[in-house]
């Protein structure tokens, strides 16, 4: 697995990342998860802040989605809650 750049004028064109929980869809922007890298030749070049193991079968959703919704994880209930933030 390695890195992928877009060119960053591009970013508007991606999709928004969707993951449903229970019975909620909760949507990240691809302004949200994406971010600029480099400067190249006058071309802004973008990757994806989504982690991805090359070990294991799964994906961190990590920091675009912690800034995107608010979290609580509630240990007594056994629950996490979600909340957009602004």
């Given at each position: 697995?390695?890195?992928?750049?877009?060119?960053?004028?591009?970013v508007?064109?991606?999709?928004?990342?969707?993951?449903?929980?229970?019975?909620?869809?909760l949507?990240?922007?691809?302004?949200?998860?994406?971010?600029?890298?480099?400067?190249?030749?006058?071309?802004?070049?973008?990757?994806?802040?989504?982690?991805?193991?090359r070990?294991?079968?799964?994906?961190?959703?990590?920091?675009?989605?912690?800034?995107?919704y608010?979290?609580?994880?509630?240990?007594q209930?056994?629950?996490?809650?979600?909340?957009?933030?602004?």
């Amino acid at each position: 697995m390695g890195r992928f750049y877009i060119d960053f004028d591009n970013v508007q064109k991606l999709p928004d990342f969707s993951v449903k929980f229970a019975d909620k869809r909760l949507v990240v922007s691809s302004n949200q998860y994406m971010a600029v890298a480099a400067e190249a030749g006058g071309q802004i070049l973008g990757y994806s802040r989504f982690a991805s193991s090359r070990f294991a079968d799964f994906w961190v959703l990590g920091l675009p989605f912690l800034e995107a919704y608010y979290s609580v994880f509630d240990y007594q209930n056994e629950q996490i809650c979600f909340a957009l933030s602004t």
